[in-house]
């Protein structure tokens, strides 16, 4: 066999090779967070806090998401101080919440209220 004949074989090789690399799963779980609904009547932000660090601010009618790698991911949620009248630095929420990611999850929660602070409720992903 030639050099010729060896280069195409290694060619083909590796075209046929790209496809199943590219199918390969992805190694993260994407988790959404909206505050759409009114459901927490404030006007002021909220933090929302990953592993207890500050990760994303949000006001009324956003979301936000995170590519996560799989596993436990523990929540809290504040509120924080800012322009609005009467917006003073909130106490985290009493407890965290965890969530379980699994590589490949897409999964949506809604900032809701209950007579113990604020917390995230499972939501349809509406797509």
Known sequence: MGWPAVSLLSILS???AVPAATAAPP???VLII???????ATSCEIGIYLQDQLAARLFQE????????????SLRLKLLP?????????????GSQDIRLKAGDVVKYRIAMSESGMYLKPAELGY
């Open 14 to 16: 590796l075209v046929a």
């Open 34 to 40: 909206s505050r759409e609904r009114l459901e927490v």
């Open 62 to 73: 956003q979301s936000t998401s995170f590519n996560l790698p799989p596993g436990n991911v």
């Open 82 to 94: 800012g322009q609005a009248p009467g917006c003073n630095a909130g106490l985290l929420a009493p």
């Open 27 to 29: 190694d993260y779980g």
